[in-house]
C-alpha cells in the first residue's frame, strides 16, 4: 500500500499515518518529522531549513524532494506519506520517482475540516520533544499528565504552534493546495474525507475507503 495523506496543519495528518501505517504494516514516512529530528540533531541540513519551519515557510522543493526520495527507496514494503507531496512541483517529481521504480501511489486522501475544529486541534496538541509522540489535552491526552507515554519525556507545546506561526502555516497551505488536489484528482487516485470525526472514526473511515477502492490487501 502506498498511501499520500493532505490536509491542513493540525487535521490528524500525523495521528492518522501512525495508526493507517501501523494497520496497514507499512512505513510511516512523516516530512515534518523528519525535518525536525535533523533539526534539534543540529545537521548541517537541520542548520539549513531551521528558519523556514520556525516561520511557517516551506522548505525549498529541491530539498525536500532528495530528503524524501530516499526515505522512499528504504521502504520497499510500502508507505504513508505525511506532509509530503506539499506543493505541485513535489507532487509531480514524486509521481515521476515512483513511476521510475514502478510503485505509483495507489491512493490519496485529501482531510478537510472546519477552521473552528483546527484552532482547537493545535490549542491542546502536545508532543514529546524526544520521541515525537502527538497528544491532546483534550482528546488524546497522555496516561499520566504532562509525560509521554512512550518513554517518560516532559510533554511540550511544538516550537511552531505559536499562533502567528499557525497562521502563516495556515496560508501556506491554502495558497498550495489547489494545484496538488486537481492534480490527484486528474490521477484519479483522490479521495476527499472530513476528519472532524474522533481519531478512530477517522481511521475506520480512512480503512473502509481503502477498502471500497480495493486498495490494500491488508486492510
Ligand atoms: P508538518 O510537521 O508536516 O506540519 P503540518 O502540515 O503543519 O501539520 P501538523 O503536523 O501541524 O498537523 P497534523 O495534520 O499532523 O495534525 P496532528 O496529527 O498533529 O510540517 C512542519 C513544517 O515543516 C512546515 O511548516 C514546513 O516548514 C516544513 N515542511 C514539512 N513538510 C514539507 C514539505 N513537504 N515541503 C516543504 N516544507 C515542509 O493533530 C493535531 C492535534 O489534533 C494533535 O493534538 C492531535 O492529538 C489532535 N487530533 C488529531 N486527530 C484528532 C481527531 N480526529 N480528533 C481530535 N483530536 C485530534
Ligand atoms: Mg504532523
Redesign the pocket.
Known amino acids: 500500500m502506498r498511501l499520500a495523506l493532505l490536509?491542513p496543519?493540525?487535521?490528524?495528518?500525523?495521528?492518522?499515518a501512525v495508526r493507517l501505517a501501523h494497520r496497514l504494516r507499512v512505513t510511516h514516512l512523516?516530512?515534518?518529522?523528519i525535518?525536525r529530528s535533523e533539526k534539534s540533531a543540529g545537521t548541517a541540513l537541520g542548520m539549513q531549513i531551521r528558519d523556514?519551519?520556525d516561520h511557517?515557510?516551506?522548505?525549498p522543493d529541491a530539498l525536500?524532494i532528495r530528503l524524501m526520495e530516499n526515505r522512499i527507496a528504504q521502504a520497499p514494503g510500502g508507505f504513508v506519506l505525511?506532509?509530503?507531496?506539499?506543493?505541485l512541483v513535489?507532487a509531480q517529481e514524486l509521481a515521476r520517482f515512483l513511476d521510475s521504480i514502478r510503485r505509483p501511489l495507489d491512493v490519496v486522501v485529501n482531510f478537510v475540516l472546519d477552521e473552528a475544529i483546527l484552532s482547537r486541534?493545535?490549542e491542546?496538541?502536545r508532543v514529546c520533544p524526544v520521541c515525537g509522540s502527538?497528544?491532546?489535552l483534550d482528546?488524546?491526552p497522555p496516561e499520566v499528565p504532562g509525560l509521554c507515554d512512550q518513554d517518560g519525556q516532559a510533554l511540550v507545546i511544538r516550537p511552531?504552534d505559536q499562533p502567528e506561526v499557525v497562521k502563516e502555516?495556515i496560508n501556506t497551505y491554502r495558497r498550495s493546495v489547489e494545484p496538488l488536489v486537481a492534480f490527484y484528482e486528474q490521477k484519479g487516485i483522490l479521495v476527499t474525507l472530513n476528519?472532524a470525526?474522533?481519531?478512530n472514526e477517522?481511521t475506520a473511515a480512512v480503512l473502509k475507503l481503502l477498502q471500497d477502492r480495493g486498495a490494500g490487501k491488508n486492510v
Not at 496543519?9 to 492518522?16: E, F, H, I, L, N
Not at 511557517?56 to 522548505?59: A, E, N, S, T
Not at 505525511?82 to 506543493?87: I, K, L, N, Q, Y
Open positions: 490536509g496543519p493540525g487535521a490528524g495528518k500525523g495521528t492518522q512523516s516530512s515534518g518529522d525535518l523556514f519551519i511557517g515557510k516551506l522548505v525536500m505525511d506532509g509530503f507531496p506539499r506543493t513535489q486541534r493545535f491542546g496538541r502527538v497528544y491532546h482528546t488524546m511552531d502555516r476528519a470525526g474522533t481519531p477517522v
